[in-house]
């Protein structure tokens, strides 16, 4: 039987419950496909970054690069850890060792789920470069305390960078409908971002049967509030995927159902998946935090490994809960209810099947 291992770090807050009902479901789905799912636990947080001093061991990325996947549940607890010692010292350097440059976020409504705006056909697939661009961590300070005091942020954009990201949406967007958005600030941005229209432009001749637009980080915006019906696959920066991301969260119905993946598309290192909804600490240990972030992105990490019949049947068990009206209101239900419920659905979708 094909095995798959899985490096587990549940991370902080919500995390825990969410990675930990996450598991249940991807481990009785690959029990029903046929495979089994190994997973190593690892406690790398910001509880383990104030036992240590580090949010993981210095030979941690040696450490999970011998794994098919990771999955993570959540990373942060600012008023113990600075965030940016947080996402810095784990989320950061993994996306960067292992060159997981696309990072992938659906945003759909659920059947069942009522978005602010209500919108119907909301199916909007974001990419967003992931290792470079306005995160690079180029900079400094200096002066620091003084009324003279200098801070420097630099974004860094290379052309291998820029080309990739670029012609991964382009790829994404033809196994869709066909259509890409480029998304800058072209207009304020004279180098960076009039560099990335350019590499956007040559490679848009390898793929004529997409049709390409290309718009303003603020124009994007507000399309995505007015017509997201006119948007398909949705290309961005880092920082302004990031900003667009959270927007299409909003949209589909809040972060209870955002999914997330970081992908390594050459498959040269793991790839990880993980909800983008963060570690909650208002809510962390209440049990009511909303799994089915962690559960479609558990969803997209098994057809990443190749196994889409088990992913779709999770994907077709949370549209079965959320039909319902399970899970649909953020606190209503609680987390191992919602996690129950996913997993009476894929075993009544194999009944049906069988």
């Not at 987390?335 to 069988?354: D, K, M, N, P």
Request: net charge negative; hydrophobic share 40%.
């Amino acid at each position: 039987m094909k095995t798959y291992s899985i490096a587990l770090i549940p991370g902080d807050g919500v995390g825990k419950d969410v990675t930990q009902a996450a598991w249940q479901v991807l481990r009785a789905a690959a029990k029903r496909g046929g495979f089994g799912l190994e997973g190593t636990n690892f406690p790398w947080s910001c509880a383990y970054y104030r036992k240590t001093g580090a949010m993981m061991p210095k030979d941690g990325i040696e450490i999970l690069r011998k794994f098919d996947a990771i999955y993570l549940g959540s990373v942060g607890w600012p008023a113990e850890v600075p965030d940016a010692v947080s996402l810095h010292g784990l989320l950061l350097p993994i996306r960067k060792a292992f060159t997981q440059y696309a990072n992938i976020r659906p945003h759909r409504l659920l059947p069942g789920v009522q978005g602010p705006l209500r919108s119907e056909g909301f199916d909007i697939l974001c990419i967003r470069e992931n290792t470079e661009g306005e995160y690079s961590g180029a900079g400094g300070r200096v002066h620091s305390g003084t009324g003279n005091e200098v801070a420097v942020e630099t974004a860094i954009f290379t052309r291998v960078g820029v080309e990739r990201i670029i012609r991964f949406g382009f790829e994404q967007a033809r196994a869709r409908r066909k259509k890409l958005a480029s998304v800058t600030k072209s207009n304020a941005q004279k180098y960076s971002m009039v560099f990335w229209d350019e590499v956007t432009r040559e490679v848009a001749k390898e793929y004529r049967d997409v049709e390409v637009s290309h718009y303003h980080i603020d124009a994007m915006a507000a399309r995505m509030v007015m017509a997201p019906e006119s948007l398909d696959v949705i290309v961005a920066s880092n920082l302004f995927g990031d900003i667009l991301t959270d927007l299409g969260a909003a949209i589909q119905g809040g972060l209870g159902f955002a999914a997330s993946a970081n992908i390594n598309p050459d498959r040269e290192a793991p790839s990880m998946f993980e909800p983008v909804h963060g570690s909650a600490p208002d809510i962390a240990h209440l049990g009511i935090a909303n799994p089915i972030a962690a559960i479609w992105s558990g969803a997209m990490m098994l057809e990443h490994l190749g196994e889409r019949n088990a992913a779709g049947e999770v994907m077709s068990a949370i549209e079965s809960v959320t039909a319902r009206g399970i899970g649909t209101i953020a606190g209503k239900d609680r987390t191992e209810a919602i996690t129950q419920a996913v997993l009476a659905a894929i075993t009544e979708g194999a009944e049906e099947r069988s």
